[in-house]
């Protein structure tokens, strides 16, 4: 079993820069592909980007390529996500999960999740 808990999340004005953080606790976290979402008010996790086992692979949703940097460090047992350019839009709660298989797009391939680090652009 695998515990996961998100932060870093906080107040920045459009234009500015975040960095998440995912550290986790107990065993398979270096087998397990890694991903962020995001959950604004009223709407439903949307994918944000995922990294594969080794770390070469990488994924992003459309609207955050160029902008949002996913990587992780095995040793450490931590995801992040660096996000840059933000905007009033990426206003949400980040959320870290794993996932064994099936695809990396659903929720529904995802284990285990944080309990989120919230993010808000302001204006």
């Known amino acids: 079993q695998v515990q996961l808990v998100e932060s870093g999340g906080g107040l920045v004005q459009a234009g500015g820069s975040l960095r998440l953080s995912c550290a986790a606790t107990g065993n398979g976290f270096s087998m397990y592909r890694l991903a962020w979402f995001r959950q604004a008010p009223g709407k439903e996790r949307e994918f944000v980007s995922a990294?594969?086992?080794?770390?070469?692979?990488?994924y992003y949703a459309e609207h955050v390529k160029g902008r949002f940097t996913i990587s992780r460090d095995n040793p450490k047992k931590t995801v992040y996500l660096e996000m840059n350019s933000l905007k009033p839009e990426d206003t949400a709660a980040y959320y870290c999960?794993?996932?064994?298989?099936?695809?990396?797009?659903?929720?529904?391939?995802?284990?285990?999740w944080g309990q989120g680090t919230q993010v808000t652009v302001s204006s």
């Open positions: 999960g794993t996932s064994g298989s099936g695809s990396l797009y659903s929720i529904r391939s995802y284990d285990y």
């Open positions: 990294i594969s086992v080794s770390g070469n692979l990488k």
